[in-house]
């Protein structure tokens, strides 16, 4: 079965000090990894798919990464309005795109 | 403009009670998903619709029954409620051909006492 494992579970950041977080994936044969932001008491929010070791998407002050066993995501000098829980999430073996597996996700905190 | 909306925000009822929970998308899209989130913030999938037609059903108890009346509705029924099925419930929308590219309506938080 896919897992997929995130880390740390919540980091506490100052505005300005840039950090990575950290996605790794097992699973039997990679075809894309989803980035996803959810801020509380919302739904999440799609922010990057990538699909071959190598690759890199880049928004605003995230920038997303992916090898063959684990992807980042490098925040350069976020601000408080970056907090949020980011999630990765991988599709499942079967069932096509539509089965995705998401992580449990590492919850930001940004300090002006 | 409301792309994914869900009603109600929040459902508090008693154990045994049966609920709905509604969901609408206005993002033309063919695919609709029906999520559950744990305490521990854990996304798990539970339903997906290609075109009303019933795509993947997870392991959930079959006191859960989704149904699509058209593309751009997908609701949720539950039967007997029990003190587990509190969490978070999330709807969300895509096209078949991005379907990892997912919207989410703003979740039904439901409690079961």
């Known amino acids: 079965e896919d897992q997929v494992t995130q880390s740390p579970e919540a980091l506490r950041l100052q505005e300005g000090e840039s950090s990575s977080l950290n996605c790794s994936y097992t699973v039997s044969g990679l075809r894309g990894l989803f980035w996803y932001r959810q801020d509380p008491g919302k739904g999440p929010e799609f922010l990057f798919t990538l699909y071959s070791a190598g690759e890199e998407k880049e928004k605003e002050r995230l920038k997303a990464t992916l090898t063959k066993k684990e992807s980042f995501l490098h925040i350069t000098a976020p601000k408080p309005e970056d907090s949020a829980t980011y999630l990765c999430a991988v599709p499942g073996d079967s069932g096509g795109y539509q089965k995705v597996t998401f992580g449990t996700g590492t919850k930001l905190q940004v300090i002006p | 403009d409301t792309a994914v909306s869900q009603t109600p925000k929040y459902l508090v009822t008693q154990m045994g009670n049966d609920k709905s929970i509604k969901c609408e998308q206005n993002?033309?899209?063919?695919?609709m998903y029906w999520y559950k989130q744990d305490s521990k913030k854990f996304l798990k999938i539970m339903f997906s619709y290609n075109n009303k037609e019933l795509i993947i059903n997870e392991t959930v108890p079959n006191r859960f029954s989704p149904k699509s009346p058209d593309k751009a509705h997908l609701n949720l029924h539950i039967n007997s409620l029990e003190l587990g099925d509190s969490a978070v419930y999330f709807c969300?929308?895509?096209?078949?051909?991005?379907?990892?590219?997912?919207?989410f309506g703003p979740g039904t938080r439901l409690t079961v006492t």
């Open positions: 969300a929308s895509s096209q078949a051909s991005l379907a990892y590219e997912q919207y």
């Open positions: 993002l033309g899209h063919d695919t």
